[in-house]
């Protein structure tokens, strides 16, 4: 984990100072002096993580976050108690959702605050207070329009009903990729939902939609999902839809949500670029970065639509990793794990099955090392703890307590490695010296002899 500073309020080194020191050493010492003092201070500043744990998306989201920044300070009770004390211990906030940043914004006037899951923030006034930026809740419509446009003919026209103005706000932004996508929406503002199916007749028999999109927004309930479920299927109309739930629970032909962990991931960052001294005025609000894909292969086959594979593919990533979360929450941490992995083969690069499953294989690798401590074995502890020290703050503490009682078992380790040397047993050796560097990572001379013996024992492959 890489080390957050912040800054100080005043100099560690006044500059008649600096300059003395300037005249007795070299310019470059100075110089990187300087940094260490003014642009990388010795304090780290406290960031407390605020969020609604019963909301299934904020915990998912927080073990993001904690994935980057594991030294928050999580508290989901006496929030509002803790903010009124923030303007003395000026802690960076981070917070999700639209009442936690309504609570943050009228309790913390000038410390850093950070929000997510916070629906179309542009219609707020959040920017009013200059020490706040974040993450909005939606995702842009790009990414639904990429996948639309493999999914409906050129030029189709695509159905937007709402009656909120945070609704009618959104879909202007179809306004702007109508062009690339060749794809045009047709949008309908309507009071209630008594007009709700007069108007999708109207888009289905005279525009000739070929998909509806429906968004978040007072008009829509479960039931009335499932009416406009049955009508799209009729008519062959695709049924587009940020609830990923309505796939499988109402029969929706397609869903894109925003990937809470990375969310949470993005927060990281956001904070990493405050701790570093960026004011948060100048980080402009940004959008979910990654997203899960749903699809109900069904409707696609009942409408005659041919899926790409790729897109299925992304499905199935999606449905994998969020049975792997479900199954580390419930404990079932061998259970997720294959599925993390078999998410891993579909798709290499996907962080959060990437991320579980080197957490995993760490606390693996340490209920181990433990176990293997237990009974008496250091040494043959040392190589997981070594494996599990990247990821666990835990394990990388038990490593270097561990270090220092074998120290001088590693100069034992490290003669036997030598005299396997001079014996040409070189496989010995690198083992030996292996176990030598994993308990003195800087041990330049069994380093040394560990390449002269892989060299030897290539030599002596080839030979044979």
Request: aromatic share 8%.
């Amino acid at each position: 984990m890489t080390k957050h500073f912040s800054r100080k309020s005043h100099l560690i080194f006044p500059m008649r100072r600096l300059c003395e020191f300037i005249v007795h050493v070299k310019l470059v010492e100075a110089v990187l002096l300087f940094i260490a003092c003014y642009v990388y201070p010795l304090e780290s500043r406290d960031v407390f993580f605020l969020y609604d744990e019963d909301i299934k998306l904020h915990r998912i989201t927080l073990s993001g976050f904690l994935s980057k920044y594991p030294q928050a300070k999580v508290h989901t009770k006496n929030i509002e108690r803790l903010l009124a004390d923030c303007e003395v211990d000026r802690p960076i906030v981070v917070v999700l959702g639209d009442q936690l940043l309504n609570l943050a914004k009228r309790l913390c006037r000038s410390q850093p605050i950070v929000f997510a899951h916070v629906h179309a923030p542009q219609l707020t006034n959040y920017r009013e207070n200059k020490n706040i930026t974040g993450i909005a809740f939606e995702l842009s419509m790009r990414y639904f329009l990429q996948d639309l446009r493999r999914l409906i003919p050129e030029g189709s026209k695509i159905g937007f009903i709402y009656s909120s103005e945070l609704n009618h706000y959104l879909t202007t932004e179809m306004d702007f990729l109508e062009a690339e996508f060749e794809l045009m929406g047709v949008r309908r503002r309507v009071q209630s939902r008594e007009n709700l199916g007069e108007v999708v007749k109207e888009l289905i028999e005279n525009e000739k939609i070929k998909a509806l999109w429906v968004m978040p927004d007072p008009l829509y309930n479960k039931a009335i999902f499932r009416k406009l479920a049955d009508i799209c299927m009729q008519k062959k109309v695709l049924l587009v839809t940020t609830f990923e739930s309505l796939v499988k629970e109402v029969d929706a032909a397609f869903a894109l949500a925003a990937s809470y962990f990375d969310v949470g991931v993005q927060l990281a960052e956001i904070v990493d670029k405050i701790e570093r001294g960026t004011d948060p005025q100048e980080i402009p609000l940004s959008q979910p970065k990654k997203y899960g894909t749903y699809l109900n292969p069904q409707v696609f086959q009942k409408l005659g639509i041919a899926v790409p594979l790729d897109l299925m593919n992304r499905e199935k990533v999606t449905q994998l990793v969020n049975e792997g979360q479900d199954l580390v929450n419930a404990g079932k941490a061998d259970q997720a794990l294959d599925k993390f992995r078999e998410a891993l083969r579909l798709d290499r690069k996907n962080s959060v099955a990437n991320y579980y499953v080197n957490l995993l294989e760490a606390q693996e690798n340490y209920r181990q090392a433990l176990a293997l401590l237990s009974s008496g074995n250091e040494i043959k502890a040392v190589p997981y703890l070594v494996s599990a020290a990247s990821i666990l703050p835990e394990a990388r503490l038990k490593l270097n307590q561990l270090r220092q009682e074998l120290r001088s078992y590693s100069e034992k380790l490290y003669k036997e490695g030598i005299a396997a040397f001079h014996e040409k047993k070189y496989q010995v050796c690198i083992q030996n010296m292996n176990l030598v560097l994993m308990i003195e990572p800087n041990h330049k001379d069994a380093e040394l002899y560990k390449e002269k013996a892989e060299k030897r024992a290539k030599a002596v492959e080839a030979i044979r």
